[in-house]
């Protein structure tokens, strides 16, 4: 078997960084601002796996690369070609894709395979490989995920270098010159939208009036005595939901539920909400108040008192979760304007709630209601409880109003767009085709507007903004909301949800990518259009994410505005659910054996039919997301108990996926852990929180495959571990991930065997294999001790047993005597205290601020490893002063960082997260580190050459 890169080592820092880049909100224009997918596979780790998946790793070829020496130079050549694919905005950037491309061509006879991804979900894997120059499958059951991976693959490419049709930008550019990349395409897109803008202005602007400041609003409230008289362009109104007061003394007068009165908490620009009471009439309002508040707690909590419990504004007593309950489904659920966000020009103001406001809200007669049910059980929370059922029940009237009108005006200007293309010259056929697809890319436009403009969207105090439903995988409920003007809000209104889409538009197509193809494959099912393919998928999880329930909210839509263009895909109702692969009991009466079931079962049966489908010259690759970097806590009093679950089920899903990949006959070949939480350099230092996403590489296993039995396993483990960890230590994987990179080898060997048996005859489980690589894992990097010099040895058996708090000295002196040195030895070595019978290692910020490894007459790597981490993690020296010392260390550097691993495992072991944080800071900077020390280097040599 030829190893492929990937199933050798990867420049994972480098890969992390790029992820966690292209995970972040706020980073311009990219592909996912083209609709809204959850848990987005980032690309960068996507385009990294396909090319690693290729290309050969060196030592495949010791002909060419007789020596390690030899393949590590060759293996840094292929990181480097990784790390200029992890470059930002690379779709501008056609030369790194060619050299990837070019490289690629050498490992398979000239031609590169097909890719497949069988979940294709929100499109990663496929887009980064008809990037590449693959041809691209993306299959899923999920009409949505299907639909947008037919914009990347089929729409924008076939489009690509055209001009644009509209009327407006041709005379500009003079009407028949070919366009650049998706660059026609998204003119045409933008122009027909605001075309669809100033339309809907017209026929339902009635509904957005702006607030009128007057003298009155002024006399209460000073801060809007600049604006007597002015009209202002509203931004949003505030909402809250009122419920029945359980008090009778209230005589059923409904009081409002807020999570927060906070309008703007930015320090400096405060904005809050103050209510009047009158509890002889039981009435509330409330004034708005700017300035910093006395209580801010108070301004925080708002009516709030618990998860989803509440005070009564006009009596103070409690209401409860049941209470809210029992009024929403019986329909008692009401909602109160207290406050307007407008727009001066120059900022926000803050107006309190008028009466015209509030009845022109209610004026909305929609035409259209969309149908379906919301799941009263979902993972991450759901609004169903409290008796929003139906998807129409999201939306205010106004807003079910405004999104029916937007829905129907992309309709009308097909009528448009066809007329013009036909006048720049497209035959009939392609006049249609194009139509089409300007019209899909209006109604993704629509559907972000969606996202923004319903009864669930919250007011960000923070940010002074609107906050979109799916900012988590849930349909949570939310008490006080923002109602954004669809028609100008700075974030909600169509034309900046038109904007997103566009600039997405403009950032899918690279010089070179191929055409490739979306299809409507239920995985778990025999299918016969595509064969020998190399296949890279980011399956569901388990029960983490009920992606079909979720995107019933973004079905209904297109289904009205486009469902004639794309018959197959919105053939029924809603989103099918019965064959989707994810454990949900609620789909099995409650029964989590059931659901078990019904996900293993798929999986197996999916791996099985995908194990025959692939090109075996390549390992299949599997993403498993061991945590969800999107993880809020939500309203619903639920919730808490539904993440315990999911923590839980964690686990359970990461051995069902081995299981159902050993079981349909893979041997894993590797795995590797990928962070790509915003923050993943903050996490992987300060936090021993799992890694964002586990990459699994497997390959077939051979037909007659042995058999083995404990006994010979865990001695293989024992011999071939410590090889393969070496190498993973070379990739500089961060101490925190290590466990689980170790698991890649540790299943290989385990997964090669048709079975390996216990001794009472049984096959020994995925659970127990795990169980035992973890053991032999810290028992090798035991072994490895062997390297350091004799006093470290002692202070790693030390600190194993009591870290840097006191022992006994008599307990110490008799250890010294294994570890063949001595107490007096180690003090003169500067690394322990003693005192009145006690022995203690010296903190790192204890050891001495001058120290010079070239004059220490008792050099230990204990020491050096102390006095890097001194300077980096607890001094914050800098990297700079840290690579100093790295650079007059010399190769006693790496045994610095081995050790630092050995610590880490240790400090793991005994929960002493404080101390754990800093050895993998350490080795998280260690690439930095060890380039800064080679400039160093390369400085005093410049330096002596000179003089």
Same mark, same amino acid.
Request: glycine residues 8%; aromatic residues 8%.
């Given at each position: 078997?030829?190893?492929?890169?990937?199933?050798?080592?990867?420049?994972?820092?480098?890969?992390?960084?790029?992820?966690?880049?292209?995970?972040?909100?706020?980073?311009?224009?990219?592909?996912?601002?083209?609709?809204?997918?959850?848990?987005?596979?980032?690309?960068?780790?996507?385009?990294?796996?396909?090319?690693?998946?290729?290309?050969?790793?060196?030592?495949?070829?010791?002909?060419?690369?007789?020596?390690?020496?030899?393949?590590?130079?060759?293996?840094?050549?292929?990181?480097?070609?990784?790390?200029?694919?992890?470059?930002?905005?690379?779709?501008?950037?056609?030369?790194?894709?060619?050299?990837?491309?070019?490289?690629?061509?050498?490992?398979?006879?000239?031609?590169?395979?097909?890719?497949?991804?069988?979940?294709?979900?929100?499109?990663?894997?496929?887009?980064?490989?008809?990037?590449?120059?693959?041809?691209?499958?993306?299959?899923?059951?999920?009409?949505?995920?299907?639909?947008?991976?037919?914009?990347?693959?089929?729409?924008?490419?076939?489009?690509?270098?055209?001009?644009?049709?509209?009327?407006?930008?041709?005379?500009?550019?003079?009407?028949?010159?070919?366009?650049?990349?998706?660059?026609?395409?998204?003119?045409?897109?933008?122009?027909?939208?605001?075309?669809?803008?100033?339309?809907?202005?017209?026929?339902?602007?009635?509904?957005?009036?702006?607030?009128?400041?007057?003298?009155?609003?002024?006399?209460?409230?000073?801060?809007?005595?600049?604006?007597?008289?002015?009209?202002?362009?509203?931004?949003?109104?505030?909402?809250?939901?009122?419920?029945?007061?359980?008090?009778?003394?209230?005589?059923?007068?409904?009081?409002?539920?807020?999570?927060?009165?906070?309008?703007?908490?930015?320090?400096?620009?405060?904005?809050?909400?103050?209510?009047? %009471?009158?509890?002889?009439?039981? *009435?509330? &309002?409330?004034? #708005?108040?700017?300035? /910093?508040?006395?209580?801010? @707690? $108070? +301004?925080?909590?708002?009516?709030?008192?618990?998860?989803?419990?509440?005070?009564?504004?006009?009596?103070?007593?409690?209401?409860?979760?049941?209470?809210?309950?029992?009024?929403?489904?019986?329909?008692?659920?009401?909602?109160?304007? %207290?406050?307007?966000?407008?727009? *001066?020009? &120059?900022?926000? #103001?803050?107006?309190? /709630?008028?009466?015209?406001? @509030? $009845? +022109?809200?209610?004026?909305?007669?929609?035409?259209?209601?969309?149908?379906?049910?919301?799941?009263?059980?979902?993972?991450?929370?759901?609004?169903?409880?409290?008796?929003?059922?139906?998807?129409?029940?999201?939306?205010?009237?106004?807003?079910?109003?405004?999104?029916?009108?937007?829905?129907?005006?992309?309709?009308?200007?097909?009528?448009?767009?066809?007329?013009?293309?036909?006048?720049?010259?497209?035959?009939?056929?392609?006049?249609?085709?194009?139509?089409?697809?300007?019209?899909?890319?209006?109604?993704?436009?629509?559907?972000?507007?969606?996202?923004?403009?319903?009864?669930?969207?919250?007011?960000?105090?923070?940010?002074?903004?609107?906050?979109?439903?799916?900012?988590?995988?849930?349909?949570?409920?939310?008490?006080?909301?923002?109602?954004?003007?669809?028609?100008?809000?700075?974030?909600?209104?169509?034309?900046?949800?038109?904007?997103?889409?566009?600039?997405?538009?403009?950032?899918?197509?690279?010089?070179?990518?191929?055409?490739?193809?979306?299809?409507?494959?239920?995985?778990?099912?025999?299918?016969?259009?595509?064969?020998?393919?190399?296949?890279?998928?980011?399956?569901?999880?388990?029960?983490?994410?009920?992606?079909?329930?979720?995107?019933?909210?973004?079905?209904?839509?297109?289904?009205?505005?486009?469902?004639?263009?794309?018959?197959?895909?919105?053939?029924?109702?809603?989103?099918?659910?019965?064959?989707?692969?994810?454990?949900?009991?609620?789909?099995?009466?409650?029964?989590?054996?059931?659901?078990?079931?019904?996900?293993?079962?798929?999986?197996?049966?999916?791996?099985?039919?995908?194990?025959?489908?692939?090109?075996?010259?390549?390992?299949?690759?599997?993403?498993?997301?061991?945590?969800?970097?999107?993880?809020?806590?939500?309203?619903?009093?639920?919730?808490?108990?539904?993440?315990?679950?999911?923590?839980?089920?964690?686990?359970?899903?990461?051995?069902?996926?081995?299981?159902?990949?050993?079981?349909?006959?893979?041997?894993?070949?590797?795995?590797?852990?990928?962070?790509?939480?915003?923050?993943?350099?903050?996490?992987?230092?300060?936090?021993?929180?799992?890694?964002?996403?586990?990459?699994?590489?497997?390959?077939?296993?051979?037909?007659?495959?042995?058999?083995?039995?404990?006994?010979?396993?865990?001695?293989?483990?024992?011999?071939?571990?410590?090889?393969?960890?070496?190498?993973?230590?070379?990739?500089?994987?961060?101490?925190?991930?290590?466990?689980?990179?170790?698991?890649?080898?540790?299943?290989?060997?385990?997964?090669?065997?048709?079975?390996?048996?216990?001794?009472?005859?049984?096959?020994?489980?995925?659970?127990?294999?795990?169980?035992?690589?973890?053991?032999?894992?810290?028992?090798?990097?035991?072994?490895?001790?062997?390297?350091?010099?004799?006093?470290?040895?002692?202070?790693?058996?030390?600190?194993?047993?009591?870290?840097?708090?006191?022992?006994?000295?008599?307990?110490?002196?008799?250890?010294?005597?294994?570890?063949?040195?001595?107490?007096?030895?180690?003090?003169?070595?500067?690394?322990?205290?003693?005192?009145?019978?006690?022995?203690?290692?010296?903190?790192?910020?204890?050891?001495?601020?001058?120290?010079?490894?070239?004059?220490?007459?008792?050099?230990?790597?204990?020491?050096?490893?102390?006095?890097?981490?001194?300077?980096?993690?607890?001094?914050?020296?800098?990297?700079?002063?840290?690579?100093?010392?790295?650079?007059?260390?010399?190769?006693?550097?790496?045994?610095?960082?081995?050790?630092?691993?050995?610590?880490?495992?240790?400090?793991?072991?005994?929960?002493?997260?404080?101390?754990?944080?800093?050895?993998?800071?350490?080795?998280?900077?260690?690439?930095?580190?060890?380039?800064?020390?080679?400039?160093?280097?390369?400085?005093?040599?410049?330096?002596?050459?000179?003089?």
């Amino acid at each position: 078997m030829t190893r492929k890169l990937i199933e050798v080592a990867l420049p994972l820092p480098e890969i992390n960084d790029a992820s966690a880049y292209d995970k972040m909100p706020g980073i311009g224009a990219h592909p996912k601002g083209i609709h809204h997918w959850w848990a987005r596979l980032p690309l960068p780790v996507a385009r990294a796996v396909l090319f690693a998946s290729v290309v050969d790793d060196p030592s495949s070829h010791p002909e060419k690369f007789p020596t390690e020496e030899a393949q590590e130079a060759e293996r840094e050549r292929l990181f480097g070609i990784v790390r200029r694919m992890m470059s930002k905005q690379l779709h501008k950037h056609p030369e790194i894709y060619a050299e990837a491309r070019e490289e690629m061509l050498k490992y398979c006879d000239g031609k590169l395979p097909p890719v497949l991804d069988p979940f294709a979900g929100g499109g990663s894997i496929p887009l980064e490989a008809a990037r590449l120059g693959f041809e691209a499958y993306a299959a899923d059951l999920n009409p949505v995920a299907v639909l947008l991976n037919k914009c990347n693959l089929e729409i924008v490419p076939r489009w690509a270098n055209h001009p644009p049709v509209n009327p407006e930008t041709r005379e500009k550019i003079g009407g028949t010159e070919g366009g650049n990349g998706a660059d026609g395409l998204a003119a045409d897109v933008h122009y027909y939208g605001q075309v669809i803008l100033e339309r809907a202005r017209k026929r339902i602007g009635h509904l957005y009036p702006p607030v009128k400041v007057t003298a009155e609003m002024a006399a209460e409230h000073p801060h809007l005595q600049p604006y007597v008289g002015k009209e202002l362009p509203v931004i949003a109104w505030i909402w809250a939901r009122t419920v029945p007061s359980p008090n009778p003394a209230a005589r059923g007068a409904h009081v409002p539920l807020m999570s927060t009165f906070w309008l703007s908490s930015k320090k400096g620009s405060e904005a809050w909400l103050e209510p009047v %009471v009158d509890r002889a009439q039981n *009435t509330w &309002r409330f004034l #708005v108040r700017t300035g /910093a508040p006395k209580d801010r @707690e $108070a +301004v925080k909590a708002g009516t709030k008192t618990g998860r989803a419990q509440f005070r009564c504004l006009l009596t103070g007593d409690p209401i409860s979760d049941d209470h809210i309950k029992k009024e929403g489904r019986a329909g008692r659920l009401g909602q109160r304007l %207290v406050a307007i966000v407008a727009d *001066t020009g &120059r900022g926000r #103001v803050y107006v309190p /709630a008028t009466t015209s406001h @509030e $009845a +022109v809200a209610g004026q909305g007669e929609p035409s259209w209601r969309p149908g379906g049910e919301i799941p009263p059980k979902l993972t991450g929370g759901t609004c169903a409880l409290y008796g929003l059922t139906k998807m129409g029940d999201l939306f205010t009237p106004r807003q079910l109003t405004a999104m029916v009108a937007l829905s129907d005006l992309i309709w009308e200007v097909r009528a448009d767009v066809r007329q013009d293309a036909l006048a720049a010259g497209l035959s009939e056929a392609d006049a249609d085709a194009y139509t089409a697809a300007i019209v899909t890319f209006l109604a993704l436009a629509l559907d972000r507007c969606a996202d923004f403009n319903n009864a669930l969207c919250r007011w960000e105090a923070s940010r002074v903004e609107i906050k979109n439903l799916f900012a988590r995988q849930a349909i949570p409920m939310v008490w006080d909301f923002a109602e954004g003007n669809p028609l100008g809000s700075p974030r909600s209104g169509f034309d900046v949800c038109l904007e997103r889409v566009v600039e997405g538009l403009e950032h899918v197509y690279a010089s070179g990518s191929n055409i490739g193809h979306a299809r409507p494959i239920d995985a778990a099912r025999p299918w016969d259009e595509i064969s020998s393919v190399l296949i890279s998928t980011d399956p569901p999880y388990y029960d983490n994410i009920g992606y079909a329930a979720l995107s019933d909210f973004f079905y209904v839509w297109l289904r009205r505005t486009i469902g004639d263009l794309y018959p197959d895909l919105f053939a029924t109702i809603l989103v099918p659910k019965e064959p989707e692969l994810v454990a949900a009991p609620e789909r099995f009466d409650g029964d989590k054996r059931k659901a078990k079931e019904h996900f293993e079962q798929g999986f197996r049966r999916a791996f099985a039919i995908l194990r025959e489908k692939m090109d075996q010259r390549f390992p299949l690759t599997v993403y498993y997301a061991f945590k969800q970097d999107d993880v809020e806590s939500g309203e619903d009093g639920e919730e808490n108990e539904q993440n315990e679950e999911a923590r839980i089920d964690r686990t359970t899903g990461w051995e069902t996926m081995l299981e159902a990949l050993i079981g349909t006959g893979f041997q894993i070949t590797a795995t590797w852990p990928v962070r790509a939480s915003q923050k993943w350099r903050m996490n992987a230092m300060e936090t021993n929180a799992l890694a964002s996403y586990i990459v699994i590489a497997c390959r077939p296993r051979p037909e007659g495959a042995p058999q083995t039995d404990r006994r010979s396993f865990v001695a293989e483990l024992k011999r071939e571990l410590p090889v393969a960890l070496r190498r993973l230590r070379q990739g500089n994987i961060a101490p925190v991930d290590f466990a689980q990179a170790a698991i890649g080898p540790g299943m290989a060997i385990y997964s090669k065997y048709r079975r390996v048996l216990e001794a009472s005859g049984r096959p020994m489980t995925v659970r127990t294999a795990l169980g035992l690589i973890n053991q032999v894992l810290t028992e090798v990097l035991s072994e490895q001790e062997d390297e350091f010099d004799n006093d470290t040895r002692w202070a790693i058996a030390w600190f194993e047993q009591h870290g840097f708090f006191e022992g006994d000295f008599g307990n110490a002196e008799l250890l010294s005597k294994a570890k063949a040195t001595s107490v007096n030895g180690l003090v003169e070595a500067g690394i322990v205290a003693t005192r009145a019978g006690g022995v203690r290692l010296l903190r790192p910020e204890e050891l001495k601020k001058d120290w010079d490894p070239a004059t220490d007459k008792r050099f230990t790597v204990w020491e050096a490893t102390h006095h890097l981490l001194r300077l980096y993690w607890y001094e914050k020296a800098g990297e700079e002063a840290t690579a100093l010392l790295l650079q007059r260390l010399g190769s006693y550097g790496e045994l610095a960082r081995e050790l630092a691993y050995r610590l880490y495992n240790v400090c793991e072991k005994r929960n002493w997260s404080q101390e754990a944080q800093g050895y993998n800071a350490l080795v998280v900077g260690w690439p930095e580190l060890a380039r800064l020390s080679r400039i160093v280097v390369s400085t005093k040599q410049l330096t002596l050459e000179t003089t």
